[in-house]
């Protein structure tokens, strides 16, 4: 038992000191993913409390949430420096392609509010 | 297919230049191959006319005409009284608006340009348009996969795939007619996000796929197989980043889009054939996160915590899939429609839902149904799986995976070989053009050996050559080798230079793939006339099998050509001689015919949505005629239409699809009884026929006074005479019956006045015949 909670010890330690190397942008879009993820986890919440009447509202609410946290997902991917993929893909465009998904998405769902 | 002439044109000096003509020249082949797509779906407007086909398109026709006439508002609010009475229907939510949207759009942009096209002719056509478009798409999600000649090839063969073709042809304004166009092109934009992985692109996919929604019901096909591809990729070891942006995106943006379509609605998340989409999205995040962490850490410390996360992971998955479970079996036809679960067990409809089995078009398809629709294109597809897996990618990985889905739908159902027929095409596009590269290219190596003194400039400079060209051959693949011949005579010595500037890879599995001379000229040779064969059976099959509008017949006989036109005939004096607001019975599939050519309210359409009231109209013409007459009158009808091929030995009657009239009926209102109406097993209508089949009114509707025609009676579909030839009506009264006997049109007697008294023997005796049949009790009621 010991060995298995410094092994866990040890694995924090690692993660925390290799998530520090990541570059201050990448961060950046970690805690706004993390932000999206927690107003969807509190809005399921609110819906087990409350109900899920406006079904719609509530459909539109959380799957804005999750489409945003998605959306940051795949920009954080495009920008990583450490990705060989996007090599020759400019930040740039990678912004520009996830303003224009997220467009869609929030016309989209401000379609779908009711 | 009239692109050859300008194959030499690969032989033009410099690389750039030799690109710009493959440009043009590839441009210039699709747009021949969108002009063959197109053309070969107009036979039905030159053999008929330009006529809208069958049953359902008249419905979208007439759809088509009220969005155009009020505007969309009107559209989504529309609630149709004129069929389904008194139920009525709400078409705008019950509607795949795909088809409808864009044919009124096309009609609008036409008509503010000032070309003043009518909504039927626009109709007409939307069809064979989309399948230009279709081929286009084609091209694209082959040239995805393997190139630009497969895709090329691909585009030309399904430009002409028979199946396809009986599905849109012009005039069969039918959902198909677009939605395989956009599930085509749907699959394009995720084969492309996949290979780039570019959130536009993405973007784009989901759009396509809200496009897919609002066209057809298919559009489960795709939501269901992205999922299981991205699955594939996974347990295959293939996860990428691209993959990841290629999928989560759709899902989340493709569920809200599809939630926007009312007919799909809350659908999009609260039926199974959506879940696994939302199970393989937890999957695939479960997934990138442990590729994530396994990009952070050591090797080491990543076992370590590889235990962690994949316990965490799976735990939360478990729950997810508990809950769903639990939500799934909570709702009794466990969240899956009856169509999707006859396609999952094909025995489902046929146990339990006889309206969906009744339909042709749901049935098992034949062996020789393959060989008509996609011919050939049965031999090619092994070997275009094998191409796919020569250097299997992504693409290639989700065609083979298209191909085995779909095969599987198409044994299913037989309108489903429609799905089939593009990712039969596509594999033997890519088996065709990989054939014809690898030929051309040992006869190229062979020639350059002939021609060539020196062996050692010919050993190095073919195999670079021959990777420099096949793209050039691909192109021109299906046609003469002479062109070829000539080009790589010429291209030799340019390729020579070539091979001086490149560094020389030792290819030797190139040189050993080399064929010899003769075979491969005979190969190409062969090659040719399969594709001869394909296209002449195409044409064919263009021409004569599929270009039957249905609501025309034609025979041909010793004396020419026989036009029957019986049904516009009969909806022609529906709607001149009865009153605007009449109900007109009939079985379902001639509703939607009724309302648009006669424009009278029908009690139920080919729509089908409510059972019960189908089984009501199966059980009136499965009953006796005065209980037949009081459903009808209950249901305020007051004409009855029958079709009838008797007469002329027309199949397809309404005698045939008696049965499905009990069974559906019998399903609901259990006094109908199949057996009553079998022979030891056997439908059969003459002398041998149950007393309760010969009384029932379907048969007396239908051969009411035939006996009268030829004197015996004898029925030219069954094949023999009639068994009951001499009767009365009681409560119907024949209206009209047209020029073939092909339908026939009853009208409901009115109630008889209540009479007492001498008023009653006075009416006895001078009506003498109608009130003697109806005094004769009904033995059989």
Redesign the interface.
């Known amino acids: 038992m010991p060995r298995a909670t410094s ?2 010890k ?2 924090i330690q ?2 925390g000191k ?2 520090a190397a990541t570059p201050t942008n990448l961060k950046i879009i970690d805690l706004y993913v993390g932000f999206a993820v927690a107003t969807a986890l509190i809005q399921v919440a609110y819906m087990g409390l409350v109900g899920s009447f406006p ?2 509202s509530f ?2 609410g959380v ?1 804005s949430c ?2 945003t946290a ?2 940051a ?3 954080r ?2 920008v990583n420096k ?2 060989k ?2 090599k020759d ?1 400019p930040p740039e465009r ?1 912004f520009a ?2 303003v ?2 997220n467009l ?2 929030h016309l ?2 401000m ?2 509010l009711g | 297919m009239a692109e050859p002439e300008v194959s030499p044109a690969a032989a033009g000096g410099g690389g750039r230049l030799r690109n710009a003509f493959g440009g043009v020249l590839c441009a210039f082949t699709l747009l021949l191959i969108g002009v063959v797509a197109f053309s070969i779906r107009l036979f039905s407007v030159i053999k008929y006319e330009s006529v809208i086909h069958e049953f359902d398109p008249y419905f979208n026709f007439r759809v088509t005409q009220f969005l155009s006439k009020n505007g969309i508002y009107e559209f989504w609010n529309w609630f149709d009284d004129r069929t389904w009475y008194p139920l009525g229907r709400v078409i705008g939510g019950t509607v795949y608006p795909g088809l409808t949207l864009t044919a009124g759009t096309m009609w609008w942009l036409l008509n503010s340009l000032n070309i003043p096209l009518s909504v039927e002719t626009v109709c007409v056509f939307t069809a064979p348009i989309f399948s230009a478009n279709a081929s286009w798409a084609t091209y694209l999600l082959t040239k995805e996969a393997k190139g630009t000649g497969a895709g090329l090839m691909a585009a030309a063969i399904l430009a002409m795939v028979p199946s396809y073709i009986s599905r849109s042809v012009a005039g069969s304004y039918d959902n198909e007619a677009v939605a395989i166009f956009a599930l085509i092109f749907t699959f394009y934009l995720y084969v492309k996000t996949l290979n780039t992985g570019s959130l536009f692109y993405a973007t784009l996919n989901a759009l396509s796929y809200f496009y897919m929604v609002c066209s057809w019901g298919g559009y489960t096909f795709i939501i269901n197989l992205i999922p299981m591809h991205v699955l594939l990729c996974i347990v295959t070891g293939r996860y990428s980043s691209r993959l990841y942006i290629a999928y989560a995106p759709l899902v989340v943006l493709g569920t809200l889009l599809a939630a926007l379509v009312p007919v799909v609605g809350f659908n999009a998340v609260m039926t199974s054939e959506h879940f696994a989409s939302f199970l393989v999205f937890i999957i695939l995040h479960v997934v990138a996160l442990v590729y994530y962490i396994k990009g952070l850490l050591t090797p080491r410390l990543f076992k370590v915590a590889m235990t962690l996360v994949i316990s965490v992971g799976l735990a939360v998955c478990f729950a997810v899939v508990a809950i769903l479970v639990a939500l799934v079996a909570s709702s009794p036809t466990k969240g899956w429609s009856g169509r999707s679960l006859s396609l999952l067990d094909p025995t489902y409809a046929s146990k339990y839902i006889p309206i969906i089995a009744s339909v042709s078009e749901h049935q098992p398809p034949t062996w020789p149904s393959y060989f008509m629709d996609i011919n050939v294109l049965a031999f090619l597809i092994p070997a275009g799986i094998i191409s796919c897996f020569l250097p299997l990618s992504d693409a290639s990985s989700f065609m083979v995976l298209y191909l085995v889905t779909a095969v599987y739908f198409s044994g299913v159902m037989v309108r489903l070989m429609l799905v089939l027929a593009p990712a039969a095409c596509i594999l033997s596009g890519i088996a065709l053009s990989e054939v014809f590269s690898v030929l051309t290219r040992s006869i190229k190596l062979q020639l350059s050996k002939l021609f060539d003194d020196s062996p050692t400039s010919s050993g190095d400079s073919s195999p670079e050559s021959s990777t420099n060209s096949t793209k050039n051959e691909n192109r021109n693949e299906k046609h003469e080798i002479a062109p070829k011949e000539k080009t790589s005579k010429k291209n030799r010595k340019k390729e020579k230079e070539v091979a001086e500037s490149v560094p020389v890879k030792p290819k030797k599995e190139n040189r050993l793939l080399v064929l010899p001379f003769e075979l491969s000229v005979m190969g190409i040779l062969l090659l040719i006339v399969l594709g001869g064969f394909y296209v002449v059976h195409c044409v064919w099959a263009a021409a004569e099998a599929y270009s039957a509008p249905s609501i025309v017949l034609t025979s041909r006989s010793r004396d020419g050509l026989h036009v029957f036109d019986d049904f516009r005939e009969a909806y022609a004096w529906l709607s001149h001689n009865t009153d605007v607001d009449d109900k007109v019975a009939s079985w379902w599939d001639y509703g939607y015919q009724t309302t648009a050519m006669a424009n009278r309210t029908v009690i139920v359409d080919n729509n089908t949505w409510n059972n019960t009231h189908i089984a009501t109209v199966g059980t009136a013409m499965s009953s006796p005629e005065k209980a037949a007459w009081e459903i009808f009158n209950s249901l305020d009808v007051k004409y009855v239409l029958v079709v009838f091929g008797g007469l002329v030995g027309y199949p397809s009657d309404d005698i045939n699809k008696f049965l499905w009239m009990v069974r559906i009926g019998g399903g609901v209102f259990p006094h109908i009884k199949e057996p009553d109406y079998l022979r030891d097993g056997q439908y059969r209508v003459d002398a041998q026929a149950t007393p309760t089949m010969l009384n029932c009114l379907m048969y007396k509707l239908c051969y009411y006074r035939f006996v009268e025609t030829d004197g015996k009676g004898f029925d030219r579909v069954r094949g023999y005479e009639i068994g009951k030839k001499h009767f009365k009506l009681t409560h119907f009264e024949e209206v009209f019956t047209t020029h073939h006997w092909m339908v026939r049109i009853y009208k409901l007697k009115p109630q008889k006045n209540r009479v007492r008294g001498k008023l009653k023997k006075l009416k006895a005796s001078a009506k003498t015949s109608p009130t003697l049949a109806a005094g004769r009790k009904n033995p059989w009621q």
């Open positions: 092994d866990a040890l694995l690692s993660l290799a998530y079904f719609n459909l539109s799957l999750i489409g998605v959306l997902v795949c920009l991917i495009q450490d990705n993929e996007f893909l990678a392609d996830f224009l998904c869609v998405l989209v769902i379609n779908f």
